[in-house]
């Protein structure tokens, strides 16, 4: 008799509870009592309308947010969420921040190939990658800190919505992105969440549903769609999730379509 292999278990939380505290004192419960575990080989993409509660999620998982209640367990090499800031000083360049980053995450004898590697993925505009990060524009910035997550090797990748994560971009900049995020995701562990589902299902054969801060439904990511389609997806959104995300940056879905121009990238 064959014994049916056990994947290992990269990431599991246990019954954690996490809150935002806004500029106003607000408090907004995102998690509420989550339990939840990713095993080797596992792509899952994570269905909310609320971004607050999958990126809450999605933290969690990659251990850069603490939760007020439970714990996270890690047993593997996580990324962190790609394209986020973290905290990479704005006074150096980007050049020294890619070095920098290198030095933690990359191999001995590769650095040459990595920072070029970067300087083209992050496509900047003439000089800048010598340049400090403070004199960036949005945009240079945003494909820089995409580019210097992307060049690295990671068990599992934490991938949250981005504007260069979109299913019908035509932008060459954008698709280089997306053409990396596939070569460097292949094979390996995802996390990843988007309001785009074309995109999600490009990625990910397996799904969750958030809801009100708990994991309402999962399954394959087919049928996590369907069932988002069916019993969320035409319901309000409440006020105080509204000013969350306006104080968080999220922006709504018109000004979505104003950052998602290619003209712009």
């Not at 064959?2 to 996490?18: F, G, P, Q, Y």
């Amino acid at each position: 008799m064959i014994e049916k292999s056990i994947s290992k278990t990269l990431i599991e939380l246990r019954d954690i509870t996490h809150d935002f505290r806004g500029i106003n004192n607000k408090v907004k419960r995102l998690l509420k009592s989550v339990s939840w575990q990713l095993k080797q080989g596992q792509r899952v993409g994570v269905i909310s309308k609320s971004m607050q509660e999958a990126h809450a999620f999605l933290d969690c998982a990659a251990g850069i947010a603490t939760p007020q209640q439970g714990d996270v367990s890690i047993q593997a090499n996580v990324s962190w969420p790609l394209g986020s800031k973290g905290g990479l000083p704005n006074s150096l360049s980007g050049r020294q921040n890619a070095k920098f980053l290198q030095g933690v995450y990359g191999h001995g004898g590769q650095q040459r190939q990595d920072l070029d590697q970067i300087e083209t993925l992050a496509d900047l505009e003439e000089g800048f990658f010598d340049k400090p990060l403070k004199s960036y524009n949005k945009f240079m910035r945003a494909r820089f800190n995409l580019a210097v997550a992307m060049v690295f090797d990671f068990d599992v990748y934490v991938v949250p919505k981005q504007f260069a994560w979109k299913s019908n971009t035509t932008s060459e900049r954008l698709l280089r992105l997306q053409r990396a995020l596939k070569e460097r995701t292949a094979g390996k562990s995802i996390l990843m969440t988007n309001t785009d589902f074309n995109f999600l299902e490009q990625f990910c054969n397996e799904g969750l549903v958030l809801n009100q801060g708990s994991i309402a439904f999962s399954g394959s990511f087919a049928e996590c769609r369907s069932w988002y389609d069916s019993n969320i997806s035409k319901a309000p959104e409440d006020d105080l999730e509204q000013e969350l995300d306006s104080e968080e940056g999220i922006q709504t879905t018109d000004q979505e379509q104003d950052i998602l121009d290619d003209e712009l990238w």
